[in-house]
């Protein structure tokens, strides 16, 4: 039985907050995880459609949540999805031939795998602390681990876990990581003009 209400406590930050039934009772818990559509986030005052449910202590919260205009959203972020695995394959796809070519060393090319694989990891193991309610990583270890050539990795983690994909101010650092270090990588492979360049400026 699905059951309505309004957000009436709500922590972006942490990602949860609490549900006032419309019919009255005692408030109900929701945590991000819940919601069918995570690509926008619940506002305070704003109806949620839900099941009721409980967690492992007995305590009510919300499951299978829906906010509206939720099902038009959900297309577009199928859509961006598809882009982010598509952006993640190229990166990839480039390096080796990079590497290929003789313009990539071997251990920078294992680096940016590596760094991957374990951004990778770390998002999984973040999504599954979301969902117990345990303790998650750090924003800013997850900007760290894109910005030193992790950010190919994330990229498939968030399409595959749907994790840090609704937050607009994390998308927006995740990008500027990903621009910075896809400018080093670019200098790099130019470097033989970039040193000459700053040395002259210097």
């Known amino acids: 039985m699905r059951t309505k209400g309004k957000i009436t406590t709500w922590d972006d930050g942490k990602g949860y907050g609490f549900i006032t039934p419309l019919q009255g009772g005692e408030r109900v818990f929701i945590h991000i995880t819940a919601l069918k559509n995570r690509n926008r986030r619940p506002q305070i005052n704003e109806i949620v459609t839900y099941q009721l449910s ?16 939720d099902r038009l959203v959900k297309k577009r972020q199928s859509k961006t999805n598809h882009i982010r695995f598509t952006v993640a394959i190229l990166a990839f796809a480039f390096l080796g031939v990079s590497f290929l070519t003789g313009k990539l060393p071997f251990y920078i090319l294992t680096f940016y795998i590596v760094a991957s694989l374990i951004t990778f990891f770390i998002y999984w193991k973040d999504k599954a602390a979301a969902k117990n309610k345990a303790w ?3 924003e800013q270890t997850l900007h760290l681990l894109s910005l030193i050539g992790g950010w190919p990795g994330a990229l498939i983690a ?3 876990f749907r994790h840090k994909t609704s937050k607009s101010s994390f998308k927006a650092i995740f990008w ?3 621009f910075l270090n896809i400018a080093a990588y670019i200098a790099y492979l ?4 970039v040193i000459p360049y700053i040395q002259s400026v210097m």
């Open 54 to 69: 409980a967690d492992k202590q007995g305590r009510k919260c919300a499951t299978n949540a829906t906010l509206a205009g």
């Open 176 to 178: 500027i990581t990903v």
């Open 158 to 160: 968030q399409e595959k």
């Open 136 to 138: 998650r990583t750090e």
């Open 190 to 193: 130019n470097k033989e003009t």
